[in-house]
Each structure stands twice: as structure tokens, then as C-alpha cells.
């Protein structure tokens, strides 16, 4: 069965700072990989998305990530943190073998101090 | 672009009520979710639906059913609520590559 670690429950960081959200994942084949970010209150809106390719991908908000296979990985980077980037930031990971069905990790919050 | 709604953002209900949550998508997609998120815990699936009338468990699905009588109309039913169902509870239609789209969400309450 596929599953996706978040390692990091919380985490602050000061606005301007580089950003880098952990996510590793574990699944046989070649994964479908999603970046989602829920705002307080909010449903969740998709980031960016991994399905073939180039292993860097670029999503909203000047997000990326990067696809490591060897590594199991696909962290989240954002060089320089706003304000309103302060939010939960959820991890999945799917698969053609999975049917329609995505894992999610259990979500990391991210403070910005002024 | 993709709309998907749900009918309460809010909801408080008593336990042993029979509970209705309704979502409702607007891009014609075939598979829809429903999913429940508590601290801690990430989203949980309860249900999906590949099609109309068609429905398979999740990884949470006791105490929960769903009705799909219409393509766009994804309904949760909380039989009996509990107040181990307080909860968010997010609806999702997917489109290409497992890619899902989610509504706001609604905040149960069980008293």
C-alpha cells in the first residue's frame, strides 16, 4: 500500500526566508505526486503536480518541487516566504494501480514570523 | 475553472440525528470523493464514486453511506451521528491523473 510522510508537523520561518517542506513516499511504481495548500477554514487548493518528466516542477505562488526518485522525496521549496504563505501544506501521492484513490500525508503547518 | 460546493459550511447537529452532507461539481468528472480531515490525521477517504449509482469504500467508511443518483451530486449520510464525527468533512471530483479539485468544506458539529 502507498503512503507519504510529512516529518514535519510544524514549522516558522521568517518572511523573506527560503522554504522547504519535507515529503517522502513510499509505492512500488512510478507515483502521481500533488502539493496541496489549505488556507484556515478553507477546502484545499492544488499547488503543483508531478506526473512525468522533468523532475522539477513549477506550481502557484512561486512554489516548486522536486521529484527524487532514489530519494523517495518531492519537497516543497519557495525561495522567499510571504506572509501569506502562512498555511497547511498537505503531501499526496497516487498512482494508475491505485485507481482514482490518493494518500495524503498528515499535513504540515507552516507559521511566517514579520 | 472547476467548481465543486458543498451545501453548509457549518453544520451542528445532536447526536442520533441523520445527517446529509451534499456536494455538488460543475465540470461533468466521473469520480468523486468524500473525505474527512482531523488534526493530526491528514484526510481520511470514507467513500469514492466512479459513477452514477456506482460506490466503493474508503478507508473510514463505518457509520457512513453516500448516495450518487446524479453525475454531479455526490451525497455523505451520516446515519446516526456520533460525536466521534465531529469533523471537516472535504468533498473532491478528480479529473486526469488522480488530479483532484476540492470544495470549502464543512465544519460538522455533534453534539
Known amino acids: 500500500a502507498q503512503s507519504v510522510t510529512q516529518p514535519d508537523i510544524h514549522i516558522t520561518v521568517s518572511e523573506g526566508a527560503s522554504l522547504e517542506l519535507r515529503c517522502n513516499y513510499s509505492?512500488?511504481?512510478?507515483?502521481?505526486l500533488f502539493w496541496y495548500v489549505q488556507s484556515p477554514g478553507q477546502g484545499l487548493q492544488l499547488l503543483l503536480k508531478?506526473?512525468?518528466?522533468?523532475?522539477l516542477v513549477q506550481g502557484i505562488k512561486g512554489f516548486e518541487a522536486e521529484f527524487k526518485r532514489s530519494q523517495s522525496s518531492f519537497n516543497l521549496r519557495k525561495p522567499s516566504v510571504h506572509w501569506s504563505d502562512a498555511a497547511e501544506y498537505f503531501c499526496a501521492v497516487g498512482a494508475e494501480s491505485s485507481g482514482d484513490k490518493l494518500t495524503f500525508g498528515t499535513g504540515t503547518r507552516l507559521a511566517v514570523r514579520p | 475553472d472547476v467548481k465543486v460546493t458543498q451545501s453548509s459550511r457549518y453544520l451542528v447537529k445532536r447526536t442520533g440525528e441523520k445527517v446529509f452532507l451534499e456536494c455538488v461539481q460543475d465540470?461533468?468528472?466521473?469520480?468523486m470523493f468524500w473525505y474527512r480531515q482531523d488534526p493530526g490525521l491528514g484526510l481520511r477517504l470514507i467513500y469514492f464514486?466512479?459513477?452514477?449509482?456506482?460506490?466503493e469504500k474508503g478507508d473510514i467508511p463505518e457509520g457512513y453511506s453516500v448516495s450518487r443518483e446524479k453525475k454531479e451530486r455526490f451525497s455523505l449520510i451520516l446515519e446516526s451521528a456520533s460525536t466521534n464525527q465531529t469533523s471537516m468533512y472535504l468533498c473532491?471530483?478528480?479529473?486526469?491523473?488522480?488530479?483532484?479539485?476540492f470544495g470549502p468544506g464543512t465544519r460538522l458539529t455533534v453534539l
Open positions: 508531478y506526473f512525468s518528466g522533468d523532475t
Open positions: 464514486s466512479y459513477d452514477v449509482k456506482m460506490k
Open positions: 509505492y512500488g511504481a512510478t507515483p502521481y
Open positions: 465540470m461533468d468528472h466521473e469520480n
Open positions: 473532491a471530483s478528480r479529473t486526469t491523473y488522480n488530479e483532484q479539485f
